[in-house]
T-cell receptor, first 116, second 116 residues
Framework: DAGITQSPRHKVTETGTPVTLRCHQT?????MYWYRQDPGHGLRLIHY???????DKGEVSDGYSVSRSKTEDFLLTLESATSSQTSVYFC???????????????FGPGTRLLVL | AQKVTQAQTEISVVEKEDVTLDCVYE???????LFWYKQPPSGELVFLIR??????QNEISGRYSWNFQKSTSSFNFTITASQVVDSAVYFC?????????????FGSGTQLTVLP
């Protein structure tokens, strides 16, 4: 299994509060991704990173920001959480230029976020 | 824009039956990758298979087999002699092959329940 951890695994917060989710990898992969999973939508890309301090938006980036100051860590921040951001958040890693296996995205265990 | 459609929202079968999960995709790219992931009740996402668009050879792995047909833009997944442990949500996904971001576009998933 790819070495990917997410913290926290569960979080309950109130509307309007800031929230930061952390993804940590031990595989030294260049690319890291944040997805959210909602019923009926599968997984949708929020943001991704292709290197330290290099990030780009995905399909559903409004209300989210990201940062990557080290290869191994990718942070997702909800500046002011809303109830519509209640979801399961998955981090994924890959390294498309490193070979067949590394090209595939492997996912972390997920974080369940409830915004009241 | 890329799109993946999994028309079967839920499927229920009795153990030892064969079951096929359908996946239809849309893309303007001439080269692309197709994936299947499994999400068991525990919630993690497990990678099952990746196929390249230029390789239409079907693949079999134990009780699992995949039928890729570019002519119909389909990448169907068959489980032979299903078992209770196969109960999960199965996601089909598509990514570009050109460029390094390799963002995944997911279908909405098929909930498979295998009854004893």
């Amino acid at each position: 299994d790819a070495g990917i951890t997410q913290s926290p695994r569960h979080k309950v917060t109130e509307t309007g509060t800031p929230v930061t989710l952390r993804c940590h990898q031990t595989e030294n992969h260049r690319y890291m991704y944040w997805y959210r999973q909602d019923p009926g939508h599968g997984l949708r890309l929020i943001h991704y990173s292709y290197g330290v301090k290099d990030t780009d938006k995905g399909e559903v980036s409004d209300g989210y920001s990201v940062s990557r100051s080290k290869t191994e860590d990718f942070l997702l921040t909800l500046e002011s959480a809303t109830s519509s951001q209640t979801s399961v958040y998955f981090c994924a890693i890959s390294d498309p230029l490193a070979g067949f296996i590394q090209e595939t995205q492997y996912f972390g265990p997920g974080t369940r976020l409830l915004v009241l | 824009a890329q799109k993946v459609t999994q028309a079967q929202t839920e499927i229920s079968v009795v153990e030892k039956e064969d079951v096929t999960l359908d996946c239809v995709y849309e893309t303007r790219d001439t080269t692309y990758y197709l994936f299947w992931y499994k999400q068991p009740p525990s919630g993690e996402l497990v990678f099952l298979i990746r196929r390249n668009s230029f390789d239409e050879q079907n693949e079999i792995s134990g009780r699992y087999s995949w039928n890729f047909q570019k002519s119909t833009s389909s990448f169907n997944f068959t489980i032979t002699a299903s078992q209770v442990v196969d109960s999960a949500v199965y996601f089909c996904a598509l990514s570009e092959a050109e460029g390094s971001a390799r963002q995944l576009t997911f279908g909405s998933g098929t909930q498979l329940t295998v009854l004893p």
